[in-house]
């Protein structure tokens, strides 16, 4: 059974997040491996661990590429409206 998110995290999915993959991994399969296929570098980033949480579905504010990329949208927007 999947561990459940801590009550006061809010999980929400990356809108730079093509594709992503969970798969077992580590010996005897104990760890949990997320292939995540970034829109933003176009690159597959993994996440491994026992409990993984990549940012990518759970908190993308965390991630320097979205950060970098959702500034560069902002300063577009910013820019057609003003
Ligand atoms: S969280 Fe970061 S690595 Fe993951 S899809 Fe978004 S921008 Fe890419």
Not at 30 to 58: E, N, Q, S, W
Not at 67 to 72: C, K, Y
């Amino acid at each position: 059974m999947e561990p459940r998110p801590a009550a006061n995290v809010r999980h929400r999915r990356c809108p730079y997040l093509e594709q992503i993959l969970k798969e077992r991994a580590g010996p005897f399969g104990m760890l949990t491996r997320y292939k995540a296929d970034c829109h933003v570098d176009r690159r597959t980033h993994r996440f491994t661990g026992r409990h993984p949480v990549p940012p990518c579905i759970g908190e993308p504010e965390t991630c320097s590429l979205y950060r970098g990329e959702h500034g560069v949208e902002d300063e577009r927007i910013r820019r057609y409206t003003d």
